[in-house]
């Protein structure tokens, strides 16, 4: 099953929690249901991995939401990356409304665009960027470039890598390494699996073996700079190193997909832990998340030369009626101006902070777990193993998960409702926030010993 911002969450179980039908969250649960497929928008919203109703949200401030039955809950999903200074933030919030003043959309070049194509030129190795609505379609528009640019149709990517949900990108590892990919959902054409190759992650020799059987036909390399969508699992070190070498060799492009990591793990993303250290720079890369500031924004960016290929300059084609919308370039520029080196700061002392009374509640509990981190992002798998891979990832106790997940929201924490999920802070997480989530981890970390037993049938 296909998450929100994951390529999995478990399968649908048995409810003891079904829809409390007196709540509002619940009426609502089921109107949506009624005319809205599952329920939701986004299939990870639907509580489909851990049970129960989604709570639906009327209002949230800093690091708190409010729902629609007037419960409260610490906010450890920050709408799955992009409220990096908290919700409604007030400066945020007036450029939003002078820019909503000004008009909506033109249909032509503003302003807001290119101050915040600049601010991302600063911050990142890009050099230069094309603005589109929605991650997905950043990285959809990234492959294409890359393979407009190479001549080739080949794309590797790995296992528990998300992408959203691009044809080509929603496929699954065929019946060897280095072969070619099966359709990972029904609707997507053998043929669009069948131009992918899906490696495990952190795997040296699959990438070698792939590019020394299909490398003149590779037109790309796709991997998240840091994988989260899998929870966070880092490369090892110098595995991006290696592939953009890799790629470099045999004339494939490195893309790499900062739409989680980007303006996030680092005031430069996912690439300020390994490449700005270690001296090298993806051929493109993708962002979104941080960058719309909570509105629909996203973009990829890169080589000037491989950007230069890009419709109206050169032949590739690619457009968009509401890319680089002035409302939500206003807000994307609004918050990276904001996010200072202050609020990275405190992003990882509250990260550091929440991660470590989450490991002495679960140590005290006696459940597995293990926390893993990747800049101001992290996430706790529940198992005993370092995860390095989705295979490790897939070992997890999901029932665990769950029971600690309801214990938490119980408390009034909302983490996200999956166990293959990054959870996420903001610059609002102060220490009432932070003291509120300490507060209910010990009874959630008793009501995952006591849900561990039954683990069969819970693995995926
Ligand atoms: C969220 C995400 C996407 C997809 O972005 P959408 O805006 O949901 O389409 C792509 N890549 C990564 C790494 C993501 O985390």
């Not at 991650?135 to 640019?149: K, N, P, V």
């Not at 080509?168 to 669009?192: E, I, N, R």
């Not at 700005?276 to 996203?298: H, I, R, Y």
């Not at 520029?333 to 990260?351: F, I, K, P, S």
């Amino acid at each position: 099953m296909l998450g929100d911002n994951g390529p999995v969450t478990q399968p649908h179980r048995a409810d003891p929690r079904a829809t409390a039908p007196t709540s509002h969250s619940g009426a609502l649960f089921e109107r949506a249901r009624a005319v809205t497929p599952g329920g939701v928008n986004s299939p990870v919203r639907a509580f489909n991995a851990v049970g129960g109703t989604p709570r639906f949200i009327r209002s949230a401030s800093g690091a708190w939401l409010t729902d629609v039955d007037g419960n409260e809950y610490v906010d450890l999903i920050c709408s799955w990356g992009p409220m990096l200074l908290g919700h409604a933030h007030p400066e945020v919030q007036a450029a939003v409304t002078a820019a909503v003043a000004r008009g909506t959309s033109y249909g032509t070049p503003t302003e807001p665009e290119v101050e915040l194509a600049e601010e991302i030129v600063a911050r990142t190795p890009v050099e230069a960027v094309r603005f589109v609505s929605s991650g997905t379609e950043a990285t959809m528009s990234a492959i294409r470039l890359a393979r407009g640019f190479t001549g080739r149709d080949l794309v590797v990517k790995f296992a528990g890598c998300y992408h959203g949900h691009v044809d080509a990108l929603l496929a699954s590892a065929g019946s060897g390494l280095a072969t070619l990919a099966v359709p990972g959902t029904p609707g997507v054409p053998a043929s669009a699996a069948g131009e992918t190759i899906v490696l495990p992650y952190n795997d040296r020799a699959a990438v070698e073996k792939a590019f020394a059987e299909h490398g003149d036909r590779i037109a790309c390399l796709i991997t998240e700079a840091t994988p989260g969508n899998m929870g966070i699992v880092p490369p090892e070190p110098g595995f991006n190193a290696f592939l953009a070498e890799t790629c470099r060799r045999h004339g494939a492009l490195f893309v790499s997909d900062e739409v989680m990591t980007g303006f996030r793990a680092t005031r430069q993303g996912g690439w300020g832990l390994d490449g700005a250290v270690e001296g090298w720079v993806p051929d493109l890369m993708t962002f979104g998340k941080v960058m719309g500031g909570g509105f629909p924004a996203a973009a990829f960016g890169g080589r000037a030369d491989v950007m230069g290929r890009l419709a109206p300059e050169g032949p590739v084609y690619q457009a968009g009626t509401l890319s680089g919308n002035p409302v939500a370039t206003t807000a994307g520029l609004t918050t990276l101006r904001l996010a200072t080196d202050e609020v990275y700061a405190h992003l990882d002392a509250t990260a550091a902070t929440i991660g470590s009374a989450v490991v002495d509640a679960l140590v005290n509990a006696g459940v597995p777990h293990r926390l893993q981190s990747a800049g101001t992002m992290f996430s706790v798998f529940f198992g005993d193993d370092e995860v390095r891979d989705f295979e490790g990832a897939s070992r997890q106790d999901t029932t665990a998960f769950a029971a600690f997940f309801h214990a938490m929201l119980d408390a009034g924490v909302y983490l996200p409702p999956s166990a293959y999920e990054a959870w996420f802070v903001s610059a609002a997480h102060d220490d009432r926030a932070v003291q509120a989530v300490i507060d209910a981890l010990p009874g959630a970390a008793r009501a995952a010993a006591g849900a561990t037993d039954n683990r069969e049938g819970n693995r995926s």
